[in-house]
Antibody
């Protein structure tokens, strides 16, 4: 069955970087965009950007441009999200999710990873 | 401050019907971009509940329904059950921001 398996929780110091992975299985890896979103404790959902696993093309939310990098390794059906210059307000659960590729984009997310808690603290 | 506006909370007794509104602007819902709804149970990842304004993914009960008008959308939940207690989020695409945008979430309490 379809799975998006994320890497484990991370504890980072301010100023450091974190790299979270999301391994896809059970479906066509190149048939879906992978999006990254985050949710700070007790807060709502915030979209960070997407990667096209087929082409490697990316698009990032303006808020994160310059700090976020999304990459993929097609040999192991895994995408990565790296966030640099971490601050305490980057403490959040980070989710990967997918959007089906098609003739047009609908921008809904039909399957989600369980999330990775990233804690930024000195 | 979320781009889409939802009420922070709604409540209802078991068996009742509740609705959650989602208001946007001319660069998202008002521009014709579809609205999607997610249910997030405590401590879990969001789950797609309604896509493209009115469609239910396989496995979502027909107690959940979506509607849409010019610059707003609504999620209706009929026959409330205790395990419907969750946070509900609306989401769309925004052409000015060129990405996905969300409402702030609505906490549903089943009395």
């Amino acid at each position: 069955q379809e799975r998006l398996v994320q890497s484990g929780a991370e504890l980072k110091k301010p100023g450091a970087s974190v790299k979270v992975s999301c391994k896809a299985s059970g479906y066509s890896f190149t048939g879906y965009y992978i999006h990254w979103l985050r949710q700070a404790p007790g807060q709502g959902l915030e979209w960070m950007g997407w990667i096209n696993p087929d082409s490697g093309g990316t698009n990032y939310a303006q808020k994160f441009q310059g700090r976020v990098t999304m990459t993929r390794d097609m040999s192991i059906s895994t995408v990565y999200m790296e966030l640099s210059g971490l601050r305490s307000d980057d403490t959040a659960h980070y989710f990967c999710t997918r959007e089906e590729m098609g003739v047009r984009r609908y921008w809904y997310f039909d399957f989600w990873g369980r999330g990775t808690l990233v804690t930024v603290s000195s | 401050q979320s781009v889409l506006t939802q009420p922070p909370s709604v409540s209802g007794a078991p068996g009742q019907r509740v609705t959650i509104s989602c208001t946007g602007t001319g660069s998202n819902i008002g521009a014709g971009y579809e609205v999607h709804w997610y249910q997030q149970l405590p401590g879990t990842a969001p789950k797609l509940l309604i896509y493209s304004n009115t469609n239910r993914p396989s496995g979502v009960p027909d107690r959940f329904s979506g509607s849409w008008s010019t610059t707003s959308a609504s999620l209706a939940i009929a026959g409330l059950q205790a395990d419907d207690e969750a946070d509900y989020y609306c989401q769309s695409y925004d052409s000015s921001l060129r990405g996905a945008v969300f409402g702030g979430g609505t906490k549903l309490t089943v009395l």
